[in-house]
């Protein structure tokens, strides 16, 4: 099973990590094992960054057409979105997928 955390190796930054360690590993610069340790160490810091660092809001509203709870994770589906942003800015999108994921563990308050 796929750490939850995972999610965040599909951003830019995240994909772009992975593709670079991936070339150095097959080009023999570095070994697997540190690959794998660099990759934990950033879905360990990405979290804490993203909880401490942006303070950014948005409120949106728009039509729920489908939302899932598996594995501690939920999923929502949101047709006709509109997204209003702190600098007041609007954002509108047919179709939204979002994804959240409790940060912290289980049995930690």
Request: net charge neutral; aromatic share 10%; hydrophobic share 40%.
């Amino acid at each position: 099973m796929k750490a939850k955390w995972d999610l965040y190796h599909y951003c830019g930054v995240g994909a772009a990590l992975i593709d670079t360690l991936d070339a150095m590993v097959h080009e023999g610069r570095i070994e697997p094992q540190l690959a794998m340790k660099i990759v934990n160490t950033f879905d360990k810091v990405i979290t804490e960054v993203l909880a401490d660092k942006v303070k950014a809001r948005l409120s949106f509203r728009g039509h729920l057409d489908t939302y899932r709870f598996c594995d501690d994770v939920w999923t929502f589906l949101i047709k006709d979105a509109n997204f209003k942003l702190d600098n007041q800015s609007n954002i509108q999108a047919e179709k939204v997928k979002i994804v959240s994921c409790n940060t912290k563990k289980p049995g930690e308050t």
